[in-house]
């Protein structure tokens, strides 16, 4: 099975003709909507689906049966039973009579045939019905001459080969009709159908579902004859009805999963369905788009271009915690403490104005274990940072980040409220009673500087 370069368990999506390498949705650039990117040069990759992406044929036969039990096909199925009934029934000539038929034959098959391509690019529902008309008569006519032409050939084989050779190749034809329908499905050209390249590619390409179809549609079509043999022709007009009805519903089942066999194979057949560009191809937000490419880059090893990333994914979204909080994460990560000591105040700065305190005393001690000797540039860090801690146990820190803040911050306005905190802390360490009077007498006179203020 095939996957992506940095997801061994998933399958690819894309593909990078630059770099030759395969991608999932996850490790290319969807910056931009209808396009997605190379993360590693840059170039337009090419959305392709492996087999292994989609349901296997044997999970869509159940499905299949359920197809035309939509508005449009169910519609067009009674619909159609209906006039070659009426045509059936009424006296209007020979001529005029096979004609009508031919027609209505005609739209059958091109309705069959507008499944199979739907369904091969990726549509799971039967077409709309505006579309069955359109076409009708030369998609039969192609098909006629299709036939004939095959019809043709085995005659004039078997003519000069002799009759064991018109038998085998009749056997042929037999299994190999599904790939000329798809074939002919594809390309809409009867010399395209019946080129031997073409067909005997479309086996090869598809493999074991391939033979797993065909058996499934002889199963069905002796199916259909058994059916019509019990319903018999007793009551003309009902048994026309119910015969039309259900040959039309098993031409859809059929071509349905003919054209899931396509859809199941796009990437080796060069297809692309619609359905998964469209939902491949959707644009993510700049920030989704760095944690992809951050992604991309660490599990590539270039750690140089993750922080880089980061940097000016912040630069452009300062107010993105996620962002912050992943920059943070993988500075850690890379035991960077020169960029630590860097953002470090920003960071917390940034926790505190977005209201997520609770990761505050987290990611301090996390700091605290790289680098112990920091300690915050800014009053109100220090004062919050100094709360966190207090409250979690740990007096101690709380202390040594409160200590010498009147000197350091004299204007800071809630140093009575930090000094305050800072004698509930000494309160409960052991032997720090010459530190807890000096606090309280700090205590007293800044309320006493307060009151004259
Ligand atoms: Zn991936
Ligand atoms: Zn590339």
Redesign the pocket.
Known sequence: MESCKYHPDTAPNFR????Q?SFCSQCVDHSVAGEAR??????L?RVRVTSDSVDPLSKRLKKAFLYPLNRNAVGFIIGLSLVTTALSLMPIGGLLQFIAMLFCSGLAVNYSFLCLKATSVGHMEPPGLSEAVEGSFSILIRLFATFFLIGFSVIFLGQHLGPITAIILILTLVVVLPAILMCFAMTDHILGAINPVNFFGLIKNTGLPYWVLVIFLFIMLSSVSLLSSLIGDEQQAFSAFVQSSISSYYAMVEFHLMGYLLYQHQDRLGITAHDIEDKLLKAQSPASVAFAHTNVCLKAGDYSRVKTILQQAIASDPKNTRLWQRYFEILCRLEDRSALQKIADRYFHHLLESAQTFRMLRDAKKLQSLLPDYMPEYAHLRFHLANEYYSSGDAKTAVQLLMGLHKRFPEYARLIEAYTLMTQALEVLPGMEDQMNKCQALLARLKAQEATA
């Open positions: 990078c003709d630059e770099c390498e190379c993360f590693q040069c840059g170039a990759v």
